[in-house]
C-alpha cells in the first residue's frame, strides 16, 4: 500500500447534516426560496452526489420552483455558489471537528511514507475550507492529489475520480487503499478497482455497502468491524498496520 486516498464529506468529518444542510437552508433563506431541507430529507437526497445536482434533482418534484429549465439551473446555480460560501463561513469558525481517529491515521501516513491523495465530489472550496480549518495554510503540502468535484465532473459513484487520483498519483489501482463513508463512495472505488474500507457516518449508519475491504463505524474504535480489526486492542484505533492488514486479506 503506497498510498491512502481520503473521501472528504463524510468520511474526513460529518459535513452533511451540521454543514452543508444548514448553509443550503441559509442559502434557500437569503434568496427567498420557500422550502427547507430537513435533516431526514436531506439524509434521502444524499443519494443524489453534488450539491448543485442535489437542487436539481429537489426541484424537479417542487412546484414552487421555476418551471423553465435554463431559470431554474440558474437559480440552482445561484443557490449552490452561496451555499459553499455559507458552507466556508460554518467551517472556518470551528463549527465540524474532524472525525475521531482522521488525524492521527493521517499522521501514521505521514511517519511511514505513505503518500495520501484527496477523491471527493465536492467543491474545492469546501475542501479549502475544512482542510484549511483544521492543518492551516499549508495543508495541501500533506496531499500529493487533490481531486474534487471540478475536476471530476461525472461524480461518484462514477469512477472518474477514483481514475484521476491514480493518474496522477501515477499508482496502480492494487497500490493504494481508499476510505470512504457512503455507498455511492464505494461504488467509484469497486468501478476503479481501487480497494477501499468503510467508516460510516452518520447518513449511511445502516446503508447497504458492497464491496469493501472492510466496514466499521469511526477510525478511533478498534471494536464493531467487519472482518474484525484484529490487529487492534478493543479501545485501540485504526492505524496503518491494521489497513495494511485488511489490503492483504489478513
Ligand atoms: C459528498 C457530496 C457533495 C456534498 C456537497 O461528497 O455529494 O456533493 O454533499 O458538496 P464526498 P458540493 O463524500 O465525495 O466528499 O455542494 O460542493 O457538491
Ligand atoms: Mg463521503
Excluded at 491523495?117 to 499549508?138: K, M
Excluded at 465532473?153 to 491514480?166: I, N, S, T
Aim: with cysteine; net charge negative; hydrophobic share 45%.
Amino acid at each position: 500500500m503506497r498510498a491512502l486516498i481520503w473521501d472528504v464529506d463524510g468520511t474526513l468529518a460529518e459535513t452533511e447534516r451540521d454543514g452543508h444542510r444548514v448553509a443550503f437552508n441559509q442559502a434557500f433563506e437569503a434568496e427567498g426560496v420557500p422550502w427547507r431541507w430537513d435533516a431526514s430529507h436531506y439524509g434521502r437526497l444524499l443519494s443524489v452526489t453534488g450539491g448543485f445536482e442535489r437542487l436539481m434533482h429537489d426541484m424537479a418534484s417542487r412546484i414552487e420552483a421555476p418551471l423553465a429549465i435554463a431559470e431554474r439551473e440558474l437559480l440552482a446555480r445561484r443557490l449552490h455558489r452561496l451555499k459553499n460560501m455559507l458552507y466556508a463561513q460554518i467551517v472556518a469558525s470551528g463549527g465540524i471537528g474532524l472525525r475521531p481517529g482522521v488525524r492521527e491515521l493521517m499522521d501514521d501516513c505521514s511517519a511511514a511514507g505513505v503518500r495520501m491523495a484527496i477523491a471527493t465530489t465536492t467543491s474545492r472550496s469546501n475542501v479549502e475550507a475544512l482542510l484549511g480549518a483544521h492543518f492551516g495554510p499549508y495543508w495541501e503540502a500533506r496531499f500529493d492529489a487533490v481531486l474534487c468535484g471540478e475536476d471530476a465532473p461525472r461524480k461518484k459513484p462514477d469512477p472518474q475520480v477514483y481514475a484521476l487520483a491514480l493518474e496522477r498519483l501515477n499508482l496502480a489501482a492494487g497500490e493504494v487503499l481508499a476510505i470512504e463513508d457512503s455507498s455511492p463512495g464505494v461504488q467509484a472505488c469497486v468501478r476503479a478497482g481501487v480497494p477501499v474500507i468503510v467508516t460510516r457516518s452518520v447518513y449511511f449508519a445502516q446503508a447497504e455497502v458492497d464491496g469493501a475491504l472492510a466496514i466499521g463505524p469511526d477510525l478511533a474504535s478498534g471494536g464493531d468491524w467487519q472482518p474484525a480489526a484484529s490487529l487492534v486492542k478493543s479501545a485501540g484505533r485504526i492505524d496503518l498496520a491494521q489497513l495494511r492488514a485488511w489490503a492483504a486479506g489478513r
